[in-house]
């Protein structure tokens, strides 16, 4: 699967095996990073950094046909997130949110 985030705030989701269109959203600003948790696993957790400081991350393992992917929206900060890094340990993920050099850390859970 891939993931592509548009200045519009539009996230397309693309099954490249099957070549096709999976799901849209719209996160009503642009992003500006897009990122999977884990290369090294199934699909687990999808984060999308946007302008106006907000990220988006995506359960990617709940889909319901009707409203798409479980989500969870949380504003960082009045600026802009320019990217998204999933900091990874053990089975919980830290998501690090940066303005500049300075750093926030916050736990989530889906």
Request: proline residues 1%.
């Amino acid at each position: 699967m891939v993931a592509a985030g548009y200045d519009n705030g539009d996230v397309k989701f693309f099954d490249l095996k099957k070549q096709m269109f999976i799901w849209d959203t719209n996160l009503k600003n642009g992003v500006c990073g897009i990122e999977f948790d884990r290369k090294d696993i199934i699909m687990n957790k999808l984060g999308a950094a946007t302008l106006e400081g907000k990220f988006t991350l995506f359960d990617m393992r709940t889909f319901n046909p009707t409203t798409g992917y479980a989500s969870l929206t949380e504003s960082a900060q009045k600026a802009t997130l320019w990217g998204i890094k999933q900091l990874l340990f053990g089975e919980s993920n830290i998501y690090l949110k940066t303005e500049m050099f300075s750093l926030l850390w916050e736990e989530m859970e889906l």
